[in-house]
Structures are given as structure tokens and as C-alpha cells.
């Protein structure tokens, strides 16, 4: 078993045991996996209803008795470069690059096609496609005509779609075989043609010192799966291993004098061939058990191997090396120069002393046999070798000392990648200790805001859900993260409820009926809301009485939520409450005036659809109430620049609230219920597959205790807004990022309430996968 890392870098977190079942190399792209096995069955698995712990086989192909040594997807052409270099720019189109990439195969239109090829152990390439009506075209392909033994191989793409595969038959006095594969689709048939591309040696089968020394080549990899270019081969010996890394590149073919004097080559002219050249290779290492590459797509735009200072210990830059004595080195991608080092409890050994001079121990040590490094580089799976998955966390600054300002801008430049791509941040909260989130939060919004109107408003919720997740890592914020889940709700409910408007006719201006209340109710300032509603055509509001009743449980979160702020107001001057930074936002208590607008105008139609509150008086006007101290406080706040203090009048009136109306309970989501944020005291964390990880972390402080609901007490569908009892008897499923829970199954049946479930069948509101919980969850 490994133990805590000693320094350098890297860190173990957890581990967990597993019991597999059979062999299979697997690979994820969204809501499908890839497996195939031993017998050359290869299975395509999907979510069922897009849950990330329920998993169902739909379709698949076969190579029967064939083993398959390659699997993966066909590349959709999507590939965003990062700019490691200037990451201190302000603009993200100068961060990040969208880069020309051909998918591998394009439907009508220029969709690009799902699928996956494979490569088996005799040298046959296979290649599935999926159409859209579900049907699945299979092609099977010799790479050459001399069919040979495959004993390692891997796949990659190229900018133009054309696929390359690397092949070897794990001898280092073979060459390694690289091949052009081309899919098509023809007369609704899948079509392979492939073509040989130059092979070469490893050099060290052609170092006299070294000659015959390696006699395997055990492991082969592109560097990445969009660089077909650059190949990092292993060859090892049973106690010892070298790593090269090579590349592919265009070289002028000389011409003889005799030729030239004939037919001169002038400029561009001259012949051109692909050679392969070697860039870098390691003195003898431990025997090297597994290979984890780095899936950043960073732009490198020195060729000669010199990365600035500033950015030679970025973690995308490094690939992880496992070895048989237990331990794990991050060695530069290119130049394989030691980044950072890892050693299990069984390893201890100081990093210069020579690997031929280390004592022979009695048994076989615990080490990795496969390996895959997070996104971001920042985290380390492996399955050792007695079949336990371990976690381990590799520092942004590679175990190397740098300011704290340095760190902070690595961290901030993963982060605004994640925001821009939609890939998930996780491994990057393992880095983010407590002190750190309220600089990371301000400065991702500072980022955020110097970019162009039209990319902030895509960027708009997704930023909201990343602030939560940086904010659940420090006590001194935790209150915000429930600001930030009801600002994703209120976003939601502000567009879903605006999609509803229909304009009264059809030959109407540009601007939809929402935009018109948005513009309406930023121009009138009156508190008055009667005086609101006769600025606008009440005709564009016109919904069925069915619709509007069935929106009552997400009207009523708008009126309790207005209450529950105005209500706050007075004890303005206490950040850890929840909903205090509502007081200052002057669009989302825009978004409030606009809605309770509306719900004003439904309310005449259909009176049953309005906010139920209590109130003292029964002549007491409510929503009038609630509009006009909501106007008054959003006035002060309206300019972001030039934001004010409310007046002692509407302070006073505030505090009369709780006089007249019942102030709500807010059912907040859980605050602390996620594993990253005790994983910040560096301790060891065992785990087992389904069951909890009842972990001990930082306990929630008191003054939060009226916010977050007790074991045992009434739960709620917090997506539906109904209450589900102490016990849900329904099947229920939760948000792996934020823990909101809602319903499986929906028990409506009205267009507009399905018209808001749809939009959170695959992901939650704040962009979280799904899993299905078990009964009468706790």
C-alpha cells in the first residue's frame, strides 16, 4: 500500500479498493464509455437517464478471439490551445485559441460523426460508426498487407482528420510501424484505407553502450491524441528502463551537384520528406510500469525545448512516470527533465542515487500498473498492483518554491480554461487552500468582466457556479455559496418564465416581449407596481390557467426569497448570512422587480398563482408592499459604480416586516457536503465503493445551523420546489458538484412545467452531473 507522500510535490489523497472482474481498457468522452476486452468484444456504454452511476450497454462491435491493444473515440474536431505564455493577458481569445481541426468524419452539414476504431493484436484496425438513427456502421481493416503481431499500439489524429496509429510487437530490435488511416462512408458503407508512413529505431538499440541491453519495447504513446507528431516510447529490461521521446518533421531532401546543375532547386522547390528525429531520452531509470500523459493542449512556441521561467513548472507541461520500486516521477513532456517526484511508504531513497547501486529488496513492490492524470494535470489516478485505485495530488508549482502570486495565477489560468471549455474544475480545488478563494474569486471576476458583453453572457452561469465551488473551501465564505445556487435559480426561473411571453402579433418589433419588460422596467423607477403594469402590453402575458398554476411553486420561491432579503436588510452589516450579497446586486434585484411584475399581471388572471404569504392585516396589500421597498433598495444599488447606502426610512420599514408578514424559511442547499473540501488537512482518506465516505471534515459553525436542514427533518425537491418529506418514498437523484436533490420521475404533466424540467435532465442548474440516491436518503 503506498503511503503519504514526503514532499516534492505530489500527495497521495485517497485510496479505495477494487475486486475487478475482467480486464478492459476504457476510455470516457461525455455520457459514453468505451471497454473492450480480451476476447475483442468492444461495448459502447451510455448513462441511464444521465446518470453518472448508472450505466447501460447499447451498442458495441466485435473482433472475435481478436484482443484489442488500442481503443479510442474518433476526434470531433474541437481543440481550444492554451498560450501558457500569456496568461497574464486580459483577453481570452489571446489565452486560449480556437485551433483549425478537422473531425475524423463529418455528417451533411459538417456534424462531426461519433465513433471509435480500434486495433487489435493481430494487426487489424476497426473502425464503428454511430448514425444518428442509431444504426452502427462497422469496417474492419488490415494496416498492411504483411500482416504482423501488434503487441502495443496507440492512436492519434491530425489537423486534416486523418487518424495515425503507432504500432509495435514489443521487441526494441523491431521498428515501431506508423500508419495513415482514412474512414469514409460510402453507399452507406464504412470504408478504411490505410497507408505506411516512416517507421523508426529507438536509439538505444543503435547506442553501442546500450545494444541489446533493452530487448522490449514496453510502453508506446503519443503525446497526445491530437499530436500525432511527437511519440514517447519505453524500452526495459527486467530491472531497468529508458524513455526517448521523438518527433516528426518535415526535412529538405538533398539534392546531388550533378541534378542541380540540370535542373537547379530554387526556394520552396526542393523535395520534402518526413523523418523521424529524436528530442530527448532519459540516463537509466527503474523499471518503468506505467505512462500517464497530459491532456492540455498547450501551445508551445519554442520548439527547441526552452520554456520561459515563469511557466516551466506549468503542470500540463509534465507526463507521470510510475516504476516498480513504488514511486512516481513528473518528468517535462519534451525535454524528460525531473518536474517533481513521488514515493511510496516502501521507496524512500534519495532522487540522485544511482538506480544500479539501490539494494535488491526480498519481494515485489506495490506499484502502479495503470495510470491518468486529471485534466489539469493537478491529480494522479492509478490502479496499483493489488488492485487499488489511488488518488494522488500534484502541486501546480511541482514541488518547487514559488510566491504566492505565481501560484495564484497558475490556479487562475486553469480556472478560466475550465470556464471557457466547460471541463470540470475539481482537480484544481485540491490546490485552493482557504486562504487563497477570496483572491481567486476576485480575480476570476475581474477577468471575467474585462471581456466583451457577448461572452460574458455565456459565460454567465457558468462563473456563478464556479465562485460556489471555490467558496465552499473557506469557513470566511461558505454563506456566499448559498447566494450563489439562488442566483443560478433565479437566473433560470427569470429566463424560463420570460420564454413563456408570446407577443399578442405576429408582425411585432425585434424585441421580444421580455426583453420589452427588461427595458420597461429599467426605465420606470416608480415603486408603485400598478404604475409599472400600465407601461406594458398585458396582452403579451396572456397563459392558460392550467400554465399558470402549475408555476406556483417556483412564483412562490420569487415572493419568499423577496421577503426573506428585505427582511435581512436590517442586519445588512453581517456577511455570513446568507443572501447578503443579493442587498448589493442590482441585477439580480432587477431580475426580482421584473418578475414580481409579471406574477403581479398572472395574478389577475389567475389569483390561486400568486405568492401565499401570512400577514398580520387582511387588508394588507403584499405584493405592493414587498415591490415597493424591493424598488427603493435596488435603486441604490442600480449603477454598479455608484452604489449607496439605503436610507434609515427604508431600514425602518424593514425591520416593521417581520410585524406584518411571517418571514419564510429559505431551504438553502447543503453547504459542506463534498468530499474536496475535506481533503484540505492532507491526510490519507480510505474509501469504499458504495458506501458514504463519512468523513470527518470542518464542521459547519453554528451561526449557520438555521440554514442548513438536520437528519431526520423534512426534505425538499429543490429544482421543483415541492416538499418531499422526511423520509422520500420517490425515486430521487443529486447533483455531484453542488448536492441538489430533485425528483427522477416528474409528476407533471402540463407543457411548462416539462418545458423546465427538460433543461435539467442532463446537468443540474449549475452544470453538475447527475447520480441516483437511494430511498429514504438521509
Known amino acids: ?45 451510455s448513462m441511464t437517464d444521465h446518470l453518472a452511476n448508472s450505466w447501460e450497454n447499447t451498442v458495441g462491435s466485435v473482433v472475435e478471439g481478436d484482443p484489442v491493444v488500442a481503443l479510442s473515440w474518433l476526434h470531433n474536431g474541437v481543440k481550444l490551445a492554451l498560450h501558457v505564455e500569456k496568461s497574464g493577458a486580459s483577453n481570452f481569445g489571446e489565452k486560449f ?24 493484436i493481430s494487426g487489424l484496425v476497426t473502425v464503428s460508426l454511430l448514425k444518428p438513427n442509431g444504426q452502427v456502421l462497422t469496417a474492419t481493416e488490415s494496416l498492411c498487407r504483411l500482416r504482423c503481431r501488434v503487441a502495443l499500439a496507440d492512436v492519434a489524429f491530425t489537423g486534416g482528420g486523418n487518424i495515425v496509429v503507432a504500432t509495435s510487437d514489443g521487441s526494441s530490435t523491431s521498428p515501431v510501424q506508423f500508419y495513415k488511416v482514412c474512414v469514409s462512408v460510402v453507399n452507406e458503407k464504412c470504408k478504411i484505407d490505410t497507408e505506411i508512413l516512416p517507421s523508426l529505431f529507438m536509439r538505444c538499440t543503435t547506442d553501442p553502450a546500450r545494444k541489446d541491453k533493452y530487448p522490449a519495447i514496453t510502453h508506446l504513446k503519443f503525446l497526445a491524441r491530437d499530436m500525432s507528431e511527437q511519440v514517447l516510447l519505453c524500452a526495459s529490461n527486467q530491472n531497468n528502463s529508458i524513455v526517448e521521446c521523438w518527433s516528426l518533421r518535415k526535412e529538405g531532401l538533398p539534392v546531388n551537384n550533378i541534378f542541380q546543375q540540370i535542373s537547379p532547386v530554387v526556394g520552396d522547390k526542393q523535395p520534402m520528406i518526413l523523418k523521424w528525429r529524436i528530442l530527448s531520452a532519459t540516463n537509466d531509470l527503474d523499471r518503468v510500469s506505467a505512462v500517464a500523459l497530459p491532456k492540455l ?34 518528468v517535462h513532456r519534451l525535454s524528460l527533465q525531473m518536474m517533481a517526484v513521488f514515493y511510496g511508504s516502501s521507496s524512500q531513497r534519495p532522487v540522485d542515487e544511482p538506480a544500479l547501486k539501490r539494494p535488491r529488496t526480498a519481494g515485489p513492490l506495490v506499484h502502479f500498473k495503470a495510470m491518468q492524470l486529471s485534466w489539469t494535470s493537478l491529480a494522479l489516478a492509478g490502479v496499483d498492483s493489488h488492485g487499488k485505485l489511488s488518488m494522488l495530488r500534484i502541486s501546480p508549482s511541482m514541488g518547487h518554491v514559488l510566491d504566492m502570486n505565481m501560484s495564484l495565477r497558475h490556479l487562475l489560468f486553469l480556472l478560466e480554461y475550465c470556464m471557457v ?36 453572457q455565456v459565460l454567465s452561469t457558468r462563473i456563478v457556479a464556479m465562485k460556489a ?63 409599472v403594469m400600465i407601461n406594458l402590453k398585458t396582452e403579451e402575458f396572456v397563459l392558460e390557467m392550467t400554465t399558470l398554476q402549475s408555476l406556483q411553486q417556483l412564483i412562490q420561491w420569487v415572493g419568499d426569497f423577496v421577503l426573506y432579503l428585505l427582511a435581512s436588510l436590517p442586519n445588512q452589516g453581517s456577511p455570513v448570512r446568507p443572501g447578503h450579497s443579493f442587498l448589493r446586486d442590482g441585477a439580480s434585484l432587477g431580475m426580482f422587480r421584473e418578475l414580481m411584475v409579471v406574477i403581479r399581471i398572472w395574478g389577475l388572471l389567475k389569483p390561486s398563482c400568486l405568492p401565499v404569504y401570512t400577514a398580520t392585516s387582511d387588508t394588507q396589500d403584499s405584493m405592493s408592499l414587498l415591490f415597493r421597498l424591493l ?90 420546489r415541492l416538499h418531499l418529506g ?30 423546465w424540467e427538460q433543461r435539467w435532465i442532463k446537468n443540474c442548474l449549475c452544470g453538475g452531473l447527475w447520480r441516483k440516491m437511494p430511498l429514504s436518503y438521509s
Open 297 to 330: 493542449p498547450i501551445s508551445l512556441t519554442n520548439t527547441d525545448l526552452k520554456v520561459a521561467n515563469d511557466t516551466k513548472f506549468f503542470p500540463g507541461l509534465g507526463l507521470a512516470l510510475a516504476f516498480h520500486d513504488g514511486s512516481v516521477h513528473i
Open 421 to 456: 471549455t466547460g471541463y470540470d474544475w475539481w482537480d484544481i480545488l485540491l490546490h485552493v487552500q482557504p486562504s487563497m478563494v477570496q483572491n481567486l474569486v476576485e480575480k476570476l471576476h475581474e477577468e471575467y468582466m474585462r471581456q466583451n458583453a457577448a461572452l460574458q
Open 97 to 120: 485559441s480556437r485551433v483549425k481541426f478537422s473531425p475524423s468524419l463529418t455528417l451533411f452539414g459538417g456534424k462531426p460523426m461519433e465513433g471509435w476504431i480500434a486495433v487489435t
Open 469 to 531: 465551488s471555490l467558496c465552499k473551501l473557506s469557513s470566511s465564505t461558505i454563506a456566499r455559496v448559498c447566494d450563489y445556487h439562488a442566483k443560478l435559480f433565479l437566473i433560470a426561473i427569470s429566463c424560463t418564465l420570460k420564454s413563456l411571453l408570446r407577443p399578442h402579433f405576429l408582425n411585432t418589433p425585434d424585441k421580444s416581449p421580455g426583453d420589452r419588460l427588461t427595458e420597461i422596467c429599467s426605465k420606470i423607477t416608480d415603486v408603485d407596481i400598478d404604475k
Open 631 to 720: 424598488t427603493k433598495l435596488w435603486l441604490c444599488c442600480r449603477e454598479e459604480n455608484h452604489i449607496t447606502e439605503p436610507d434609515d426610512a427604508l431600514i425602518d420599514e424593514c425591520c416593521l416586516l417581520p410585524s406584518q408578514l411571517l418571514i419564510p424559511n429559505i431551504d438553502w442547499l447543503p453547504i459542506n457536503d463534498g468530499i474536496i473540501s475535506k481533503l484540505q488537512n492532507k491526510q490519507l482518506v480510505r474509501l469504499q465503493f458504495g458506501k458514504a465516505p463519512g468523513l470527518v471534515g470542518h464542521t459547519v459553525s453554528s451561526q449557520f445551523d438555521a440554514f442548513v436542514r438536520a437528519p431526520g427533518q423534512p426534505k425538499i425537491d429543490h429544482l421543483r
Open 1 to 45: 500500500m503506498l503511503g503519504v507522500s514526503q514532499s516534492d510535490g505530489v500527495q497521495v489523497l485517497c485510496c479505495i479498493w477494487l475486486f475487478p472482474l475482467f480486464s478492459c481498457s476504457v476510455i470516457v468522452t461525455g455520457s459514453r464509455l468505451l471497454s473492450a476486452d480480451a476476447d475483442g468484444h468492444i461495448k459502447c456504454w
Open 726 to 755: 422526511a423520509y422520500p418514498t420517490e425515486e430521487c437523484k443529486s447533483c455531484t458538484r453542488c448536492g441538489c436533490v430533485t425528483m427522477l420521475k416528474s409528476p407533471n404533466k402540463v407543457t411548462a412545467v416539462k418545458q
